[in-house]
C-alpha cells in the first residue's frame, strides 16, 4: 500500500509543476516514481490542498485544509482521506515566518512534535529583500533540537525541486505523511510569494 511505501521510506524529492496555473506539486521516491499529487485550486478563501496518488486524482491519499479563512499564523489540520483521521497539524508562525520561515508540526491533539525552520536569518533576509536565487534549506528538530530531517531547494529560477531526507529520525518518530505535506505547503506558500 502507499501509506506503508511512505512510512518505510526516508527520502523522497518534490517539485512545482511549472506550466499549471494555480500549481501542482508531485512527492517522488529518489529513483523518480510518482508517490503523491496535488493540484492547488485557485481563487479559495480558504486553503483546501487534496493530495491524490496519481495525476488523474483517482484516489485522494490526504487532505490539508486551513482552519481560518485569513490566518496570518495559518493553522493546517492533516487528514488522512481513507480513514478521515487527523494525523497532526502544521502551524505558520506568523511574524516570525516574515523574517525567517518557521513552522511547528503538532500531533492529532495540537501538541507541539517538531520545528520547521529556514537555514540561516542572514540568507533569509537576502532571499526576502534582495533576490531570491539562493536556494533555501529548511531543518526539522523537535523539542530536544535533535534533528528529525532537512529539505533542501535546488538551485533552479524557474522550477521549485526539494529533496527531503528524514534518514536522521531512525525511531520514525515524525510521520512522513506530515512531513510530505508540510513541504506540499512549502511549494504552495513559496509559489505565492514569487
Known amino acids: 500500500m502507499l501509506r506503508e511505501e511512505i512510512m518505510s521510506r526516508d527520502k ?11 500549481g501542482a506539486f508531485r512527492i517522488m521516491t529518489p529513483e523518480g516514481k510518482l508517490l503523491l499529487y496535488c493540484r492547488q485550486k485557485l ?28 490566518d496570518f499564523s495559518a493553522t493546517y489540520d492533516v487528514i488522512d482521506s481513507e480513514t478521515k483521521e487527523k494525523i497532526g497539524v502544521l502551524r505558520r508562525k ?9 513552522w511547528e508540526i503538532l500531533d492529532k491533539n495540537d501538541n507541539y512534535l517538531a520545528s520547521i525552520m529556514e537555514d540561516s ?6 532571499r526576502r529583500w534582495l533576490f531570491n536565487l539562493l536556494p533555501q ?9 535533535s534533528r528529525l530531517g532537512e529539505i533542501k531547494q535546488f538551485f533552479n529560477p524557474f522550477i521549485h525541486k526539494f529533496s527531503m531526507d528524514f534518514s536522521a529520525d531512525r525511531a520514525k518518530s515524525l510521520d512522513r505523511r506530515l512531513g510530505l505535506a508540510a513541504v506540499i505547503l512549502l511549494l504552495a506558500i513559496e509559489g505565492r510569494q514569487q
Open 12 to 22: 523522497f524529492f518534490a517539485k512545482r509543476d511549472v506550466f499549471v496555473i494555480g
Open 43 to 70: 481563487f479559495k478563501l480558504r486553503e483546501d490542498l487534496r493530495v491524490y496518488s496519481d495525476p488523474e486524482k483517482k484516489k485522494e491519499v490526504l487532505h490539508i485544509q486551513a482552519r481560518q479563512i485569513l
Open 94 to 102: 506568523g511574524l516570525r515566518s516574515m523574517i525567517r520561515d518557521n
Open 121 to 126: 536569518l542572514a540568507k533569509a533576509m537576502i
Open 137 to 145: 534549506t529548511y531543518y526539522m528538530v523537535n523539542s530536544s533540537q
